[in-house]
Nanobody
Framework: QVQLVESGGGLVQSGGSLRLSCAAS????????MGWYRQAPGKQRELVAG???????NYVDSVKGRFTIARDNAKNTVYLQMNSLKPEDTAVYFC???????????????WGQGTQVTVSS
């Protein structure tokens, strides 16, 4: 059994900062790609940022220069540092990880439960 547990969401004023964390636990052999997605009311879920196991990162254009994704492979944790937040960043943020299960050697995609980020104007 594998779990992704997120933390760090909340309410912040426009221009403020938040840091999200997502820790994976369970029968993990290896974690490949990790990422953060978000879903605003009435909109589709979108990829915000992704990071490979070697640390290469990519971002959606709307957050470039404001958000930074990072990971700690020893802790099986991915982070999203969000600066200069805007009201349009308001959404539920989900972490995602491609995890190879130890007992089977097969890769599966896992999702966190989601954490609410609300940016007031």
């Amino acid at each position: 059994q594998v779990q992704l547990v997120e933390s760090g969401g909340g309410l912040v004023q426009s221009g403020g900062s938040l840091r999200l964390s997502c820790a994976a636990s369970g029968n993990i052999f290896r974690i490949n790609g990790m990422g953060w997605y978000r879903q605003a009311p009435g909109k589709q879920r979108e990829l915000v940022a992704g990071i490979t196991s070697s640390g290469s990162a990519n971002y959606v254009d709307s957050v470039k220069g404001r958000f930074t994704i990072a990971r700690d492979n020893a802790k099986n944790t991915v982070y999203l540092q969000m600066n200069s937040l805007k009201p349009e960043d308001t959404a539920v943020y989900f972490c995602n990880a491609d995890i190879v299960i130890g007992s089977l050697g097969l890769q599966y995609g896992y999702w966190g439960q989601g954490t609410q980020v609300t940016v007031s104007s």
